[in-house]
């Protein structure tokens, strides 16, 4: 079972980080072209600052999956730094279940949230908000996957680099 949640979190986090670098790409192609068809052209482009924003909240939230699985975690790094055996067994523990606990969170009030929207459209593109919203669930799924990877085989990248 390890060995299988360790695979799929290296195929996940590889994919996400580069889907989220891709992305970065795009916004800023976006940005590029924004600036000139306003500057430039005078004709300024009405979907593009739209699309960045929608774009921006997919690449944030598959980025996280990476950081996830690094050890970026929202945790008491002081704790992490002093503790030993069994006390750090407990503390990276309910570390764990509490970040997993908030992206359950996430994860529910997410799909509530897409479900609710999904006849809604973008105000310069006929695509359903849905697709916006589906950035919370789908990124909050991956990076339970990677949170449970990272307890599986911690790698602590961010808090050895911290020193």
């Known amino acids: 079972m390890k060995t299988f949640?360790?695979?799929?979190?290296?195929?996940?986090?590889?994919?996400?980080?580069?889907?989220?670098?891709?992305?970065?790409?795009?916004?800023?192609c976006l940005g590029l072209w924004q600036v000139a068809s306003r500057f430039v052209f005078s004709?300024?482009?009405?979907?593009?600052?739209?699309?960045?924003?929608?774009?921006?909240?997919w690449m944030v939230l598959l980025g996280v999956v990476a950081a996830l699985r690094i050890g970026a975690m929202v945790s008491v790094d002081l704790m992490l730094r002093l503790s030993r055996g069994w006390w750090r067994t407990t503390v990276e523990s309910v570390i764990t279940t509490v970040t997993l606990a908030f992206?359950?969170?996430?994860?529910?009030?997410?799909?509530?949230?897409?479900?609710?929207?999904?006849?809604?459209?973008?105000a310069s593109m006929e695509l359903s908000m849905a697709w916006a919203y589906a950035a919370l669930p789908v990124g909050a799924l991956l990076a339970m996957v990677a949170v449970i990877a990272h307890h599986i085989d911690p790698r602590n990248e961010e808090l050895a680099n911290a020193s």
């Open 43 to 57: 004709q300024p482009s009405t979907w593009t600052e739209e699309s960045m924003r929608r774009l921006l909240i």
């Open 103 to 122: 992206l359950a969170v996430v994860v529910w009030f997410g799909i509530d949230l897409a479900w609710r929207v999904r006849f809604q459209t973008f």
């Open 5 to 28: 949640i360790l695979r799929l979190d290296r195929l996940l986090t590889g994919l996400c980080l580069n889907v989220a670098c891709l992305l970065l790409a795009v916004i800023s």
